[in-house]
């Protein structure tokens, strides 16, 4: 995918999740994606869901917490960059964020629920934007990044944790 993207377009930490996007037309990266998660928690153990797999790691709640989080701050940065916001964006740090999360607390069900309220929205944003929109370049967490690179970093990013949770616990 990072071929499709000028390397101005984002950050090099970035060309992992970038890679993982599960198509290269991002909306049906999104609703790929979106299918996928569903299906993928639907499958976890319920004696595996506030499971970790070693001291000081998340759980898989935690984690799916983690991927709506992300989903959410990132869909931000792209509606900022698509209207050509020139103010750079801070960024967050998420291993502050998953200890307040209240992740273990929630049901599968609640969660699922929640990544599909964000989905459906980044999926209409991404919907609602102009090739033009899509090429913007923004800054955030002091680097470039276009709007259309948010949008597969968004499907990459939960590919890897889906991918992570199916290599180390389950």
């Known amino acids: 995918m990072q071929s499709l993207l000028a390397p101005e377009e984002y950050d090099p930490y970035y060309g992992a999740y970038i890679d993982k996007a599960e198509s290269t037309n991002i909306l049906e990266a999104l609703l ?21 797999y070693g001291k000081g790691k998340w759980t898989i709640a935690e984690v799916l917490q983690h991927i709506i989080d992300t989903e959410r701050i990132f869909a931000y940065r ?12 801070m960024g967050f740090d998420q291993d502050e964020y998953v200890p ?14 929640d990544f599909e309220a964000v989905r459906n929205s980044s999926t209409a944003l991404f919907k609602s934007f102009t090739e033009d ?38």
């Not at 792209?78 to 964006?89: I, P, Q, V």
């Open 32 to 52: 790929l994606g979106k299918q996928n998660f569903i299906d993928f928690v639907n499958a976890i153990p319920n004696k595996k869901w506030i499971y970790s």
């Open 100 to 113: 307040n999360s209240n992740a273990n607390n929630y049901s599968k069900s609640e969660l699922i629920a």
């Open 78 to 89: 792209a509606l900022r960059f698509a209207r050509k916001d020139k103010n750079a964006l």
């Open 133 to 170: 929109m899509l090429i913007q370049i923004g800054v955030a967490s002091g680097s470039p990044m276009s709007t259309r690179a948010v949008g597969y970093i968004l499907s990459g990013h939960q590919k890897h944790h889906l991918d992570v949770i199916n290599a180390r616990y389950l």
